[in-house]
DNA sequence: GAGTCGTGGGG
DNA sequence: TCCCCAAGACT
């Protein structure tokens, strides 16, 4: 097992140069709940999408109670465009076993047991709300420690290595004192010295202690196994509104992609394009007459590349079906996922 | 272990 | 334009 360096220059530079984050407590203890929030937003989502997002949130559900009283539509709704919704519904669920239980369990092993909370989050919060001695590993951790033991094994293979190296910083006296500050000061190394591409060293609290530099191979590292490419689907969508400006919508299925989230009705995404009269099959009220309009809407989900062309139609009044749903164009974007209000968009035209 | 699951910003 | 990446979890 590789040699760590000690936690006190981390600390200390943490102390000097900490980042200033809406979600991060400045003063008195952390509140569980908005520390539960705000990692649960920051999976796989950057500091810069999630700062306003959290204040939204916080003011439309201020405490655990709120959220669990909520019903889901309107949380999904508060989480549209942040992605990864399957997180706004374990968000959710975990609200009412919390509040059922009184509180949030307050080890790494309790939270584990919750919906949504896995290693990275349950180490985090407990860290940090509730000071125990663990070092929560997200990506900002396993580069740094990755670079710190000069790991040249490619992610994920390299994995449980480094999860099993960055434990060992609770070792260290000093980091056990403030595991809640400890893993925050990785998280800011990470971001703002240790970066992916161009780690800046000479400013580094460590620059002398980490393999990788003096190899001067830090900036290869953590390797990564090479990715697949990502397929093109396409997609046709059907905009029908009524003269009351409403539209009509779909909610998709629970589960899956975009699960729980609101659509306008469309075909499947297949690979091949759709031809007109195939595609109008799957029209909300195929014997309407449907327009075709001019562009092309594209989308990157994380594995695959969508294309949606968008036909509109209207009526006089709208009658809401099974699965359906009408809300008024105005506004409409904000309950809407990203790609839905992409696509949208070309109906403005 | 390998897939699935969103989105926006930066190089 | 394209690729990479971000305080990962779940199956």
Not at 193 to 213: S, V, Y
Not at 233 to 253: E, I, K, N, W
Request: aromatic fraction near 8%; hydrophobic fraction near 50%.
């Amino acid at each position: 097992m590789a040699i760590l360096p000690p936690a006190a220059p981390l600390l200390d530079w943490y102390d000097r140069h900490r980042r200033v984050l809406p979600f991060r407590a400045t003063e008195g203890a952390p509140d569980p709940y908005q520390v539960w929030l705000s990692e649960v937003m920051l999976q796989q989502t950057t500091v810069a999408a999630v700062g306003p997002r959290f204040a939204r949130f916080l003011a439309r559900f201020p405490d655990v109670a709120a959220l669990a009283a909520a019903p889901e539509a309107a949380v999904m709704e508060e989480w549209a465009g942040l992605g990864y919704y399957a997180r706004a519904r374990n968000l959710h669920a975990c609200a009412k076993a919390v509040a059922a239980a009184g509180g949030f369990p307050r080890s790494t092993a309790g939270l584990r047991a919750l919906p949504g909370i896995g290693p990275y989050t349950a180490a985090a919060i407990a860290a940090i709300a509730f000071g125990e001695a663990v070092v929560p590993v997200d990506g900002n951790v396993e580069r740094v420690v990755a670079r710190l033991a000069a790991e040249e094994t490619p992610l994920p293979a390299a994995r449980p290595r480094l999860a099993a190296l960055a434990a060992g910083f609770m070792t260290d006296a000093a980091a056990r004192a403030r595991p809640g500050d400890f893993a925050q000061a990785l998280f800011d190394l990470g971001a703002t010295i240790c970066t992916p591409r161009a780690p800046a060293c000479a400013l580094c609290p460590w620059r002398g202690g980490c393999a990788a530099q003096l190899r001067g191979i830090q900036a290869e590292l953590p390797r990564k196994a090479a990715k697949r490419a990502r397929p093109l689907r396409q997609g046709v969508h059907f905009l029908l509104r009524d003269a009351a400006g409403r539209v009509l919508l779909r909610r998709r299925p629970p589960r899956g992609l975009l699960g729980g989230m609101l659509e306008l009705p469309g075909t499947p995404w297949r690979d091949a394009p759709w031809e007109a009269a195939e595609a109008l099959e799957f029209a909300p009220r195929p014997a309407l007459e449907w327009r075709s309009l001019p562009g092309v809407a594209r989308h990157g989900f994380t594995h695959f590349e969508l294309e949606m062309r968008l036909f509109a139609a209207a009526v006089p009044e709208l009658a809401a079906g099974e699965g359906e749903e009408l809300r008024p164009l105005a506004g409409l974007d904000a309950a809407l996922p990203t790609v839905m209000r992409r696509v949208l968009r070309l109906g403005e035209g």
